[in-house]
C-alpha cells in the first residue's frame, strides 16, 4: 500500500455505509499520461465492475485485503441502485496545506450538512448524501460531480468539520442542482412531481373508476381487495391480482389506467413488473390483458370476481426462455463454451452443472433456515417432446469438465431406494467413510424410475425424498439392513414429455417427490450437422478455475445472505411462497428452498461463502425457467387433477362427502371420487 490512506482513519467512516457489501478496493494506474483509480474485487483481486455485485465485498473484507496487500492504496464504496445514497465530488477545491476551501465548496458542503471527507489526494472533497437522482450530473465549471449509480467514490475516513453522519438531504440537493448547475432539468432529481405518472386524461379519471368499482354490488369484496386482504382467495395473491383486475376492467377498459390504479393498491408487490415473455410482457401487463378479455366475456358487474378467478396457472404454450441472469460467473462461462458450437439446450447443460457442482460441494457446507440446514444438493429432470430434443448432449460436456474429480458417478437405473442407499452406504473401513458419500446419478431413463415407484414395496420414492432433506438414509427392513449417514447425492436423469405425463401419478405429484425435482424443459435450439468437441485448452483453463475455487470453498461450513441479498430475498419470499394451484403448484411447492439452494451453489462458485444479489437473481432466474417448463410440461393436467381440486376445497374447512361430490357438481363417477379420496389418504393421513 502506498500510503495513501491510513487504516486508524477507517473507523471514522460512517457505520451505515459499512453495512453494506458494496465496498471494493482500488489502485491507481498510469493511462495516457494520467493518473487512473482501478476498483479492484476485494475476494479474488481481479478488477472489479460498478456494474457487479459479484465483484463488491463487505466493508471488512475490503479493510482486510487493503492492508495486506502492498500495492492497493485505499478502499472505495460503489453507488448503486441497491443503496439509497448520492455522492458529490468536488475536485481541486481545497488546498492540501492549509485545508482553505474555495467558497462554492464550503457553501455546498454547508447547504447539505452530511458525511463529508477529504479525498486521497487532499485536493477535493467528498459528500455523501440520501437522496434520489434520476441521472448521474456534472457541471464542467466549476467542477462538480453528482452521482447516484455506476460510481466507485474512495473514502479515507478523513472526515471534514465533524460532518461524520449520512443525512438525507433531498431538498437541499434540489437547492445545489438548481444552484450550480447551469441548465437544471427536472430529468436531473426526483421531486414529487416526477414521481405521479404524467398519463393523459382518460374518459374517466381514476378516483371516479375507483368511487364506482366501491360503489357497485361486489363494492364490499372491492374495497377488501384494494386494501389487500387476500381472505376471500385463500391468501392466493395471483387469484386477487386478478380478481381485482377485471372488476376495474369492467369500468375502464384503458390497460394503462388499471396498472395506474392497481399500482396504488395493497396487492402492489414487485412481482407486477416481472417479465413474463420474450416479448417483455410483464406479469403486471398479462393479468390486466387477461382481465380485459374475461371482463368482455362476462359483461355482469356482480359476476366479475367469481367469473375471472384465476383458479388454474396460465398454461405455457411455447418454450420457456433462459434469462441471461441466470448465466452468471463461472456457470455462464462453462455453458457458453458447452452450447457454441452444439445442439445442446442451453438450460440443461446449465442444470446439469449446477447438480454436478453441488455434488462435488460435498455435505459439509450448507445454509442454516431455523434448525434445518440445506445443502447444495439438487435434483434435476430434463423433460424433451421427443429424442430429438438433444436431451442427452446436455451431459456430455458436463462430464468432460468435471473428469478429474473422484466423485462416484452412476448411470443408474434408478430402481430401488435400497440400491440408492447401497451406493453411498456407511462404512468405516480403509478411512472411506466420508469419500463415499457423494454420489452422482446421471440417469437417462426417469420412465423406467416412475415404474419402478408403482410396484407395491418399492421404496425409490421416499428414498430419494429423504436423500434431498438431509440424506440420512435408514429404512426399516428386515433382513440386510443397511443405511447411510450424511449421504450426498444429486441426480439428473432424462425423459420424454408424454413418458413424463403418462407414468407421473398424482401420488408422487402430491407426496413431495415430485417437487423436490426441477424441471426443465429442453429442445434443439439450432442443429449443427457435425458439432466439434470443446477445444482443449479452453476447457482446461476453466477445469483450472474450477479446481482453484473447490480448494477454496473447502474450508467453509456456512453460507449466509449479504445484508443487501438478505433485505431482497425478504422482498420476494411472499411472492416466492404463493403456491400455485392445481397440478403445477403441487410439482412447484418447493420454491423457497430450491431457490436457496441453487443461489448457494451459485455464490460457492464465485468462491464465496456469501449469498451477494447476484446470485440470488440468477438462482431466481434459474427457478423461474424450472417453474416455466412445469406450466408448459404440466399444464394440460390442471384441469383433470382431481386430488388437488378436493385440496384446495378442504383448505376453507372440513367437507362431507357429499359436499365434496357437489363440487364437481354431481359430474363424476363415485369410484373416481373414492380413488382420489383414498389417494390423499394415503399421502396426508386420516
Not at 164 to 173: A, P
Request: proline share 5%; glycine share 6%; charged share 25%.
Amino acid at each position: 500500500m502506498n500510503n495513501i490512506n491510513d487504516f486508524d482513519t477507517f473507523v471514522n467512516i460512517h457505520e451505515d455505509l459499512k453495512k453494506h457489501s458494496s465496498w471494493v478496493c482500488w489502485k491507481s494506474q498510469d493511462k495516457n499520461g494520467k493518473k487512473e483509480k482501478i476498483p479492484i474485487d476485494a475476494q479474488s483481486g481481479r478488477p472489479a465492475a460498478t456494474n457487479d455485485p459479484c465483484s463488491w465485498a463487505t466493508f471488512l473484507r475490503a479493510v482486510e485485503y487493503c492492508k495486506r496487500e502492498k500495492d492497493i492504496d485505499g478502499i472505495g464504496f460503489v453507488l448503486s441502485r441497491r443503496d439509497p445514497y448520492c455522492g458529490i465530488d468536488i475536485d481541486n477545491c481545497r488546498d492540501p496545506q492549509t485545508g482553505a476551501l474555495k467558497p462554492y465548496a464550503q457553501d455546498i458542503i454547508d447547504t447539505l450538512q452530511s458525511y463529508t471527507e477529504v479525498s486521497p489526494s487532499g485536493k477535493g472533497v467528498h459528500i455523501i448524501i440520501e437522496a434520489k437522482l434520476l441521472k448521474n450530473t456534472i457541471t464542467p465549471e466549476p467542477k462538480i460531480e453528482i452521482y447516484s449509480e455506476n460510481r466507485f467514490f474512495t473514502f479515507t475516513g478523513n472526515v471534514l468539520n465533524g460532518y461524520d453522519k449520512v443525512q438525507k438531504r433531498q431538498t437541499e440537493l434540489e437547492e445545489i442542482l438548481n444552484k450550480y448547475f447551469q441548465k437544471p432539468s427536472t430529468d436531473d432529481r426526483i421531486s414529487p412531481a416526477t414521481i405521479e405518472r404524467n398519463d393523459p386524461a382518460d374518459s374517466v379519471d381514476d378516483e371516479s373508476v375507483l368511487r364506482r368499482a366501491m360503489d357497485a354490488g361486489n363494492g364490499d369484496k372491492f374495497k377488501r381487495l384494494w386494501s389487500g386482504d387476500l381472505s376471500g382467495h385463500n391468501g392466493d395473491r395471483s387469484s386477487g391480482d386478478m380478481a381485482l383486475c377485471t372488476m376495474l376492467a369492467f369500468w375502464t377498459k384503458n390497460p394503462d389506467q388499471i396498472d395506474r390504479i392497481f399500482r396504488k393498491s395493497g396487492l402492489m408487490r414487485p412481482k407486477w413488473d416481472d417479465r413474463q415473455t420474450v416479448a417483455g410482457s410483464t406479469y403486471g401487463k398479462t393479468t390486466i390483458k387477461k382481465a380485459i378479455e374475461c371482463s368482455q366475456e362476462s359483461g355482469a358487474e356482480s359476476e366479475q370476481s367469481e367469473l375471472c378467478d384465476e383458479n388454474n396457472p396460465v398454461p405455457l404454450t411455447q418454450a420457456p426462455v433462459l434469462s441471461e441472469k441466470a448465466l452468471h460467473g463461472f456457470a455462464g462461462q462453462f455453458v457458453k463454451l458447452a452450447t457454441k458450437n452444439s445442439e445442446a439446450d442451453p438450460a440443461a447443460v446449465l442444470l446439469t452443472f449446477l447438480v454436478r457442482f453441488g455434488v462435488e460441494v460435498g455435505p459439509r457446507i450448507g445454509f442454516m433456515v431455523g434448525d434445518t440446514k440445506h445443502y447444495a444438493r439438487l435434483f434435476a429432470v430434463i423433460v424433451g417432446e421427443t429424442s430429438k430434443a438433444r436431451k442427452g448432449t446436455s451431459a456430455a460436456p458436463v462430464k468432460r469438465l468435471f473428469a478429474f474429480s473422484a466423485v462416484r458417478t452412476s448411470p443408474g437405473p434408478l430402481s430401488s431406494g435400497e440400491g440408492l442407499i447401497a451406493a453411498v452406504q456407511d462404512s468405516y473401513e480403509n478411512d472411506q467413510y466420508e469419500k463415499n458419500k457423494r454420489l452422482f446419478v446421471l440417469d437417462q431413463e426417469f420412465a423406467s424410475a416412475l415404474s419402478c415407484t408403482k410396484r407395491e414395496g418399492n421404496t425409490l420414492s421416499t428414498t430419494m425424498r429423504a436423500a434431498w432433506d438431509n440424506g440420512n438414509l435408514d429404512p426399516l427392513t428386515k433382513q440386510s439392513k443397511i443405511s447411510a449417514t450424511n449421504a450426498h447425492i444429486g441426480i439428473v436423469s432424462h425423459i420424454t414429455h408424454n413418458e413424463l405425463n403418462t407414468k407421473l401419478r398424482n401420488t408422487e405429484a402430491f407426496n413431495g417427490f415430485a417437487n423436490r425435482i426441477l424441471w426443465t424443459y429442453a429442445s434443439r435450439r439450432k442443429k449443427v450437422p457435425l458439432p466439434p468437441p470443446m477445444p482443449d485448452h479452453e476447457l482446461e483453463a476453466l477445469q483450472n478455475t474450477l479446481k482453484s475455487t473447490l480448494e477454496k470453498v473447502a474450508v467453509f461450513d456456512t453460507i449466509e445472505f449479504s445484508p443487501e441479498a438478505e433485505k431482497l430475498w425478504v422482498e420476494i419470499y411472499d411472492d416466492l411462497s404463493e403456491s400455485l394451484p392445481g397440478f403445477v403448484g403441487s410439482v412447484t411447492s418447493r420454491s423457497e428452498a430450491q431457490v436457496l439452494r441453487i443461489a448457494m451453489i451459485y455464490s460457492l462458485l464465485d468462491g464465496s461463502n456469501l449469498i451477494e444479489v447476484c446470485h440470488l437473481e440468477a438462482a431466481l432466474a434459474v427457478w423461474k425457467y424450472c417453474e416455466d417448463s412445469a406450466r408448459l410440461i404440466f399444464g394440460d393436467r390442471e384441469n383433470n387433477s382431481i386430488p388437488q381440486r378436493i385440496v384446495d376445497f378442504l383448505k376453507t374447512g372440513p367437507k362431507t362427502r357429499t359436499g365434496i361430490h357437489n363440487l364437481f357438481n354431481k359430474h363424476i363417477k363415485a369410484r373416481d371420487l373414492d380413488a382420489s379420496l383414498n389417494e390423499l389418504v394415503s399421502i396426508h393421513g386420516n
